[in-house]
């Protein structure tokens, strides 16, 4: 964990010969289309949630940057019991660190890994409301691929996959789908 804290620290703030004018900070948000899996996922369906964050794209070179971010994330699950809507949620606040490699203008594809910080771990049903026991990390990674408009608009497309168990002795792992919109500034 120290490690990882370090190694975002050193991403953002330690690389002194980076240009002023290639630092870029940005704000984003969007839908999420999260759901579970691992062997005990059987009949779990996906959550339709949103995220917002804010976005650091640090130059490194013309077709190569470092793309930290904040985000909260709403994921989770949901299922069906005796007739009765049950909803997994699973907020976190997520911090994915990417190589932003750019492919073409405006077009880059992004990867790297990404810890989550778990701040909501409940599950709903008929307005009553129980914890889930979950883990207070999530580790993963991420890839996607991001668009940037010569504005400052942008669009990203990513996939992350959860690596760790998120609730306690349950072999289920994270997985979203995210769609945003964003503005770096």
Known sequence: MKKLILCAAIAAFGLSNVNAQEVKFGAKAGANFASVNGDDSD????RTSFHLGAVVNIG???????QPELVYSSQGFTF???GVDVTGKLDYINLP???DFTVAEGFSIQAGPQVG????????ADGESESLDA????F???LGAQYKMETGLFFQ???????????KDVDVKNNVISLSVGFMF
């Open 80 to 82: 069906s019991e005796s």
């Open 157 to 167: 497309a990513r996939y992350s996959l959860g690596f760790s168990e998120i609730i």
């Open 117 to 124: 910080f778990n701040i909501t771990d409940k599950v709903e």
């Open 60 to 66: 490194i070179s013309e077709k190569f940057a470092v």
């Open 135 to 138: 883990e207070s990390i999530d």
């Open 140 to 142: 993963g990674a991420a």
């Open 97 to 99: 660190i990417l190589a």
């Open 43 to 46: 009949g779990l369906d996906g």
